[in-house]
Nanobody
Framework: QVQLVESGGGLVQAGGSLRLSCAASGSIFSINRMGWYRQAPGKQRELVASITSGGSTNYADSVKGRFTISRDNARNTVYLQMNSLKPDDTAVYYC??????????WGQGTQVTVSS
């Protein structure tokens, strides 16, 4: 059964840091590119960072230089280190595959709240 479980969110002051984790089960992790998405209230879900199985990364301009995505292929886990957090980073964060036309079932996500 395909399953994604995100964790590590919380409440942090602006300028603080958090590290998110995503444990992937089933055959998801065999898919080359994994990503972290976020959805703020009233906004569409957006891709903020992605990583291939070989370690190549991409970032949205809004998080470049502040967020770092990594993965442990042996543990089927993807991480997102978030530094210098801003109130605009407040959202529910999800992980999922990054493919042109398919998503795995979404997990419950993890709430990140950044206070000013």
């Amino acid at each position: 059964q395909v399953q994604l479980v995100e964790s590590g969110g919380g409440l942090v002051q602006a300028g603080g840091s958090l590290r998110l984790s995503c444990a992937a089960s089933g055959s998801i992790f065999s898919i080359n590119r994994m990503g972290w998405y976020r959805q703020a209230p009233g906004k569409q879900r957006e891709l903020v960072a992605s990583i291939t199985s070989g370690g190549s990364t991409n970032y949205a301009d809004s998080v470049k230089g502040r967020f770092t995505i990594s993965r442990d292929n042996a543990r089927n886990t993807v991480y997102l280190q978030m530094n210098s957090l801003k109130p605009d980073d407040t959202a529910v964060y999800y992980c999922n595959v990054v493919t042109p036309n398919w998503y795995a079932p979404w997990g419950q996500g993890t709430q990140v709240t950044v206070s000013s």
